[in-house]
């Protein structure tokens, strides 16, 4: 399967723990992208990556939120002092710079915040 | 910041019948529109967008139209089928750095 990959597909933590989440993007594409989807709701821009630099980040983006992508290939996205609120769907979605704009997304991380 | 809106939440058709989704924006600088289907539990699946040097791109049964001057982009689908049924998202990017989305139309397609 060459698409966008996710892992780990479900995670349950307390409230107060830290998560890590990781995203493999398509081989050639040099964007990333990570939302948050909570049910009901399109997505939510969090971040974006261009290779390894982070170009982009949501002013709705709180201090827990981390994201990196050292290499310029796979991503991680941590949240720390996790609360319940965080509880969502993290989607990570990944695209070539020539064709700007056209994303395909990956299966998602579906978090719940005890 | 972009503020995309979209109409209507839910939308119930006949089998055969067309469907219309209309979405709105407000940044001028916005310059690519997609369109995907979420099917419960699935990721998004781009299904069709638009440049904004593009007035309509048609795709079979999928049709999409911009119009840049009132800001508002709209989809078209023709001869629905069940399998047609799912939320639909509309989004706004200006060159790709940041991507906003509606908040989803969900499709039904009636048999």
């Known amino acids: 399967d060459t698409g966008v990959s996710q892992d780990p597909r479900h995670k349950i933590t307390k409230r107060g723990q830290n998560v890590t989440f990781r995203c493999d993007p398509i081989?050639?594409?040099?964007?990333l992208y990570w939302y948050r989807q909570t049910l009901g709701q399109g997505p939510e821009f969090l971040t974006y990556?261009?290779?390894?630099?982070?170009?982009?980040k949501s002013r709705l983006l709180s201090d827990r939120f981390s994201a990196e992508r050292p290499k310029g290939s796979f991503s991680t996205l941590e949240i720390q002092r996790t609360e319940q609120g965080d509880s969502a769907m993290y989607l990570c979605?990944?695209?070539?710079?020539?064709?700007?704009?056209?994303?395909?997304f990956g299966p998602g991380t579906r978090l719940l915040v005890l | 910041g972009e503020n995309v809106e979209q109409h209507p939440s839910t939308l119930s058709v006949q089998e055969g019948d067309s469907a219309v989704i209309k979405c709105t924006y407000s940044?001028?600088?916005?310059?690519?529109f997609p369109w995907y289907k979420q099917e419960l539990g699935k990721r998004p699946q781009l299904i069709i967008d638009?440049?904004?040097?593009?007035g309509e791109k048609k795709d079979q049964r999928i049709a999409v139209t911009l119009n840049k001057t009132a800001k508002h982009f709209s989809l078209h689908i023709t001869e629905t089928q069940p399998e047609d049924s799912a939320v639909y998202f509309c989004?706004?990017?200006?060159?790709?750095?940041?991507?906003?989305f509606g908040t989803g139309t969900s499709l039904t397609v009636i048999p």
């Open positions: 638009i440049r904004s040097n593009v």
């Open positions: 979605a990944s695209s070539r710079d020539s064709l700007a704009g056209t994303q395909y």
């Open positions: 990556f261009q290779n390894e630099a982070q170009l982009e």
């Open positions: 081989s050639e594409h040099n964007r």
């Open positions: 989004a706004a990017s200006n060159n790709g750095n940041q991507f906003y």
């Open positions: 940044d001028s600088a916005s310059n690519y």
